[in-house]
């Protein structure tokens, strides 16, 4: 690790614990650890401390290694773009509730833009379900991002960005009750049902068959993550609990008919 210098590109990003929200580091980084071994591509994070402070440090995405013959990489930019920011939504209005995105946006713009467009929908799907599942309830415009990679023959190709800022933010009873953006009609992830997820369905434009067997699949994939992802502090232990009670909550939900 070392501070860029001369406008050389960074290639993490640090984020230092926030004093009023206990254990926000652990909780973040048990979160994005248990995203990755549930199979969802999500940025690389590493809790550390200096000085009696914790931070959490954060692969980039948006950076190239370049290989050099001979030489270290070089690393180089990649454009980034936030949802908000691709769908002309100012930051300020970030929460759906506020005149931000909604999921159906979300999906259309994905559609619209990506270079692969079926599997990132099916990604953000996953992504949606997994926020959901760990209560992440700040999931809003701008932690969903575009990554604009140069292709062969001039050619930009344009990803949705690995899941980035996962908190399992219902862990804090002072923070925010409402999902950043609905699931379906309902804004409480304690009160989503069946009927929301065939909404959501319709909103991304997917079959409700699919989206219900993607649901399972995904949650089923966190409860197994569970039990792989070591939690290395009191937080984490309490977050991993509050998330497997969800996901049980939620395959319940899941399976009725
Ligand atoms: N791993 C990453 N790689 C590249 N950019 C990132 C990464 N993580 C976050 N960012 C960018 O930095 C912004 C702030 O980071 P985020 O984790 O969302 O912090 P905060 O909790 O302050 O919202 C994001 O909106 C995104 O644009
Ligand atoms: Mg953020």
């Given at each position: ?38 199979g969802?591509?999500?940025?690389a994070?590493e ?9 959490l ?9 370049r ?7 070089v ?6 773009e ?48 997994f ?8 999931a ?14 001039g ?16 862990y ?28 959501l ?10 989206v219900?067997?993607?649901?399972t ?20 232990e ?20």
């Amino acid at each position: 690790m070392s501070l860029p210098l001369g406008g050389a590109p960074s290639t993490h990003v640090l984020k230092p614990n926030v004093e009023r929200f206990e254990g926000v580091v652990f909780n973040e980084a048990f979160c994005m650890r248990l995203a990755a071994a549930a199979g969802l591509p999500a940025a690389a994070v590493e809790s550390r401390e200096v000085g009696g402070i914790s931070y959490l440090l954060v692969e980039r995405y948006d950076r190239h290694h370049r290989p050099v013959p001979d030489g270290a990489p070089v690393v180089e930019r990649l454009h980034q773009e936030d949802f908000c920011q691709a769908l002309g939504i100012v930051s300020e209005q970030k929460y759906q509730k506020e005149g931000g995105p909604s999921l159906r946006q979300c999906f259309a713009l994905l559609r619209d833009v990506s270079s692969v467009p079926a599997i990132d929908v099916a990604r953000l799907l996953d992504d949606v379900v997994f926020n959901y599942v760990v209560g992440n309830n700040d999931a809003h415009g701008k932690n969903f991002s575009l990554v604009y990679r140069p292709g062969g023959a001039g050619e930009i190709e344009v990803r949705l960005s690995p899941l980035y800022d996962v908190v399992s933010t219902i862990y804090y009873s002072e923070l925010r009750r409402d999902m950043a953006m609905r699931i379906g009609e309902q804004y409480s992830s304690e009160k989503v049902t069946r009927r929301d997820f065939e909404k959501l369905a319709d909103d991304a434009k997917l079959g409700k068959a699919l989206v219900r067997a993607r649901l399972t699949e995904a949650t089923e994939r966190v409860v197994a993550a569970l039990a792989n992802v070591p939690a290395t502090s009191p937080v984490a232990e309490k977050v991993a609990d509050l998330i497997r009670h969800r996901a049980e909550m939620a395959l319940e939900e899941f399976r009725r008919r």
